[in-house]
């Protein structure tokens, strides 16, 4: 069975420092793997997936991830937090068979202090 | 083109009364699924379908019931509501492997 954890339910950063949200997977086959968040009272969006090409991954809002096999790790980061990026974070993963089936990490809330 | 759409936003049930949860989605995607999350616990899969008249269970499908009679509407069913079904549940749905999932605004239930 797959899993996902995530380091850190909570990490707090300072405006315009470095964001660095971890996560690491467990899974017997190259899966796809997803960073989701999720603002106040609202749904998920994605920010990024990897699916096997590339093993930098760009997202939305400045966002990246790398994906690294040896590590099973696929950490989040952005160069500079703005205000805007406090959320909660998700990172998921996804077997390549039928139905893609998402197993989700605990989820990591994110503050940015001024 | 709304995306995935859900009805009701919030709704309060007594326990042992039943319910129905409506996810919709108009971008004609194959695959559609349920979630619940709770604090703590990220998001858990209840069950999901693969295409028009197909379930299949979850993690979590304990206490609840699907049907996909259209294929761009998914619902969700609990026939007798505990208080530990209290949670927000969330409808995705993705076109194909492999694909991202697109979320609807979830819907808060409480279950006293």
């Known amino acids: 069975a797959q899993s996902v954890t995530q380091l850190g339910s909570h990490v707090s950063v300072s405006e315009g420092a470095l964001v660095l949200l971890r996560c690491n997977y467990s899974?017997?086959?190259?899966?796809?793997l997803f960073w989701y968040v999720q603002y106040p009272n609202q749904g998920l969006q994605l920010l990024l997936k990897y699916t096997s090409a590339a093993t930098l991954v760009k997202g939305i809002n400045g966002f990246e991830a790398e994906f690294k096999k040896s590590e099973t790790s696929f950490h989040l980061t952005k160069p500079s937090a703005h205000m805007s990026d406090a959320a909660e974070y998700f990172c998921a993963v996804s077997d390549t068979g039928t139905a893609s089936k998402l197993t989700f990490g605990t989820g990591t809330r994110l503050q940015v202090t001024l | 083109n709304a995306g995935v759409t859900q009805t009701p936003k919030f709704r309060v049930l007594k326990t042992g009364q039943s319910m129905t949860l409506l996810c919709a989605q108009d971008?004609?995607?194959?695959?559609m699924y349920w979630y619940r999350q709770d604090p703590g616990m990220g998001l858990r899969l209840i069950h999901y379908s693969v295409g028009e008249g197909t379930t299949a269970k979850g993690e979590v499908p304990d206490g609840y019931n699907v049907s996909r009679l259209k294929k761009q509407n998914f619902l969700l069913g609990l026939e007798s509501a505990a208080p530990s079904q209290t949670s927000v549940y969330f409808c995705?749905?993705?076109?194909?492997?492999?694909?991202?999932?697109?979320f609807g605004p979830g819907t808060r239930l409480t279950v006293t």
């Open positions: 995705a749905s993705s076109y194909y492997t492999g694909t991202q999932q697109y």
């Open positions: 899974s017997s086959v190259p899966p796809y």
């Open positions: 971008m004609n995607h194959e695959y």
